[in-house]
């Protein structure tokens, strides 16, 4: 736009600024190329997540193949013709049921299915009650009974042991007997409209049942065994990378900054896991008996343990904050207490790691008892170095008054701050409550070992068959030579 100005008169001309061809043909150059990039960037992501956890792949495959199973009643015309209109319903059972883990998928089906029954058959049993009544009293009856059902039923979904096992079942009651209900107000055929409802939906729940436990099955008893056995690592990983930044010690295995954070702060998936933990282990109930696990395996004591940790996890985050403390001790006495810190350090980690052992391997170690022995020593030593501090190290404060010639307070200024012990006397603490977790931890395993009927180590096979051939030359001595 361009403006001009006289005396005699003044006018305002336009000027259009036409864009070019080019101009155009390279925004929409820009957006194509911005689209194409984004796309690749969603597929590189995806790509990456496939390597990381294949089993999310897999379970994509096993629904495809359900779903194309299912869809098989409606592409073959005898399937069609024995489920009718209603094969809808597998196709939603199949969607809404198939899970990541066989104990959810059965957890799911079984459910439903049970929820589906008992909605239909006293919907059916309501609906004949309400039509011996009359006309003018069937609504009423019907609305009555749909009322007093589905608040009952919503209510349940409250109590605790309702919701952990049944939640999914109680909905798809309310949700079945209310459509029951009220479509046989209107219609004559109830009876077979539920026959095949149920039909289809035994259906469904079939096909995701069998799918899931026969095509690559995905265990939730194995996934919360893997867990609890790979936080107690993760426990370890964190102690020792805590402690060791404390004494600013890189030569226990962490080659770099970057692997020593994330193994310290590997202890917040430990305290971040009780949701996961709590639903693998509902969902394992609902399993099988499959591999080293019996359909009666204790997996509550697997929670109990779980609690456990985190409240060794919750220690190792009060430890961990230390490192970031504006209060921090000397470092010749740091010095001082560093060997004792770091046996404590090194022999809780080893129990930790016997524990992890132990729980994967489902078998009771021969050097758990021993470990813990030598974790409790090197406690009592950290404890009775805390408590001596040599004269040395106090000659080594720095005075703060050297100007001062009477004894008596050149000796007082000469005594280390207590500010300067505080930090010392909070690490020991902190080692003496982890440790003490520790050893409840152990009494878990320990009660969990009897319970599920951990098998014997090798150590101990060889120990028992040593000492079985001892008792065999010891009641058949050898005959004395004859002349």
Same mark, same amino acid.
């Given at each position: 736009m361009r403006i001009s100005t006289g005396r005699e008169s003044s006018r305002v001309v336009f000027e259009k600024k036409h864009s070019s061809p080019r101009t155009k043909d390279q925004r929409g150059r820009g957006l194509v190329g911005g689209l194409v990039a984004r796309v690749q960037k969603f597929l590189e992501k995806a790509w990456a997540l496939a390597v990381l956890e294949p089993k999310k792949v897999i379970l994509g495959i096993k629904v495809g193949i359900a779903l194309s199973l299912v869809s098989l009643f409606y592409c073959m015309r005898p399937l069609y013709d024995g489920v009718g209109g209603n094969a809808m319903w597998a196709v939603m059972t199949v969607v809404v049921v198939f899970e990541h883990t066989v104990g959810a998928t059965l957890c799911k089906s079984i459910n439903r299915a049970t929820g589906t029954f008992l &909605?239909?058959?006293? @919907? *059916? @049993?309501?609906?004949?009650v309400a039509s011996q009544s009359g006309e003018k009293l069937e609504p009423v009856i019907l609305g009555i009974s749909v009322f007093i059902l589905a608040s009952a039923a919503t209510f349940s979904r409250f109590m605790p042991s309702v919701k952990a096992r049944f939640d999914y079942g109680a909905m798809i009651f309310i949700l079945t007997f209310s459509l029951v209900s009220i479509s046989g107000y209107r219609l004559d055929k109830l009876v077979g409209m539920a026959h095949q409802r149920l039909s289809t939906i035994a259906i469904g729940t079939s096909l995701c049942i069998l799918i899931s436990m026969f095509v690559?099955?995905?265990? &939730? @008893? #194995?996934?919360?065994?893997? +867990? *609890?056995h790979g936080n107690m690592e993760k426990l370890a990983e964190s102690l020792e990378g805590c402690v060791a930044n404390y004494f =600013? #010690?890189?030569?226990?295995?962490?080659? /770099?900054? =970057? #692997? !020593?954070? !994330? =193994?310290?702060q590997a202890y917040k998936c430990v305290l971040n896991s009780k949701a996961t933990e709590e639903s693998m282990a509902n969902f394992a109930r609902w399993e099988p008996a499959h591999g080293p696990f019996n359909f009666w395996h204790p997996w509550k004591e697997y929670l109990k343990i779980g609690a456990l940790l985190r409240n060794c996890a919750c220690c190792i985050e009060a430890l961990s904050g230390c490192l970031n403390s504006e209060m921090q001790a000397t470092e010749h006495l740091k010095e001082y207490l560093k060997e004792a810190s770091m &046996? $404590?350090?090194?022999? /809780?980690? !080893? $129990?930790?790691?016997? +524990? /992890?052992? /132990? $729980? =994967?391997t489902m078998t009771n170690s021969s050097k758990l008892q021993l470990s813990l022995g030598e974790m409790n020593f090197a406690l009592q030593e950290l404890q009775n170095a805390l408590k001596s501090l040599p004269t040395q190290l106090i000659l080594q404060q720095p005075l703060a008054d050297e100007s001062n010639e009477n004894k008596s307070t050149t000796t007082k200024e000469r005594a280390p701050p207590v500010i300067g012990v505080i930090p010392l006397a909070t690490l020991v603490s902190l080692l003496t409550e982890i440790t003490a977790r520790i050893e409840e931890t152990v009494d878990g395993v320990v009660k969990l070992a009897e319970l599920a009927e951990f098998k014997a180590s090798n150590e101990e096979k060889i120990a028992q068959n040593q000492s079985a051939s001892k008792d065999q030359s010891s009641d058949n001595p050898s005959c004395e030579a004859e002349p």
């Amino acid at each position: 736009m361009r403006i001009s100005t006289g005396r005699e008169s003044s006018r305002v001309v336009f000027e259009k600024k036409h864009s070019s061809p080019r101009t155009k043909d390279q925004r929409g150059r820009g957006l194509v190329g911005g689209l194409v990039a984004r796309v690749q960037k969603f597929l590189e992501k995806a790509w990456a997540l496939a390597v990381l956890e294949p089993k999310k792949v897999i379970l994509g495959i096993k629904v495809g193949i359900a779903l194309s199973l299912v869809s098989l009643f409606y592409c073959m015309r005898p399937l069609y013709d024995g489920v009718g209109g209603n094969a809808m319903w597998a196709v939603m059972t199949v969607v809404v049921v198939f899970e990541h883990t066989v104990g959810a998928t059965l957890c799911k089906s079984i459910n439903r299915a049970t929820g589906t029954f008992l &909605a239909g058959l006293l @919907g *059916i @049993g309501v609906h004949w009650v309400a039509s011996q009544s009359g006309e003018k009293l069937e609504p009423v009856i019907l609305g009555i009974s749909v009322f007093i059902l589905a608040s009952a039923a919503t209510f349940s979904r409250f109590m605790p042991s309702v919701k952990a096992r049944f939640d999914y079942g109680a909905m798809i009651f309310i949700l079945t007997f209310s459509l029951v209900s009220i479509s046989g107000y209107r219609l004559d055929k109830l009876v077979g409209m539920a026959h095949q409802r149920l039909s289809t939906i035994a259906i469904g729940t079939s096909l995701c049942i069998l799918i899931s436990m026969f095509v690559s099955p995905i265990w &939730a @008893g #194995d996934e919360l065994h893997q +867990l *609890i056995h790979g936080n107690m690592e993760k426990l370890a990983e964190s102690l020792e990378g805590c402690v060791a930044n404390y004494f =600013k #010690d890189n030569q226990s295995g962490h080659p /770099s900054e =970057k #692997d !020593n954070s !994330n =193994k310290t702060q590997a202890y917040k998936c430990v305290l971040n896991s009780k949701a996961t933990e709590e639903s693998m282990a509902n969902f394992a109930r609902w399993e099988p008996a499959h591999g080293p696990f019996n359909f009666w395996h204790p997996w509550k004591e697997y929670l109990k343990i779980g609690a456990l940790l985190r409240n060794c996890a919750c220690c190792i985050e009060a430890l961990s904050g230390c490192l970031n403390s504006e209060m921090q001790a000397t470092e010749h006495l740091k010095e001082y207490l560093k060997e004792a810190s770091m &046996a $404590v350090c090194f022999h /809780s980690c !080893n $129990v930790l790691r016997e +524990l /992890s052992m /132990s $729980v =994967k391997t489902m078998t009771n170690s021969s050097k758990l008892q021993l470990s813990l022995g030598e974790m409790n020593f090197a406690l009592q030593e950290l404890q009775n170095a805390l408590k001596s501090l040599p004269t040395q190290l106090i000659l080594q404060q720095p005075l703060a008054d050297e100007s001062n010639e009477n004894k008596s307070t050149t000796t007082k200024e000469r005594a280390p701050p207590v500010i300067g012990v505080i930090p010392l006397a909070t690490l020991v603490s902190l080692l003496t409550e982890i440790t003490a977790r520790i050893e409840e931890t152990v009494d878990g395993v320990v009660k969990l070992a009897e319970l599920a009927e951990f098998k014997a180590s090798n150590e101990e096979k060889i120990a028992q068959n040593q000492s079985a051939s001892k008792d065999q030359s010891s009641d058949n001595p050898s005959c004395e030579a004859e002349p």
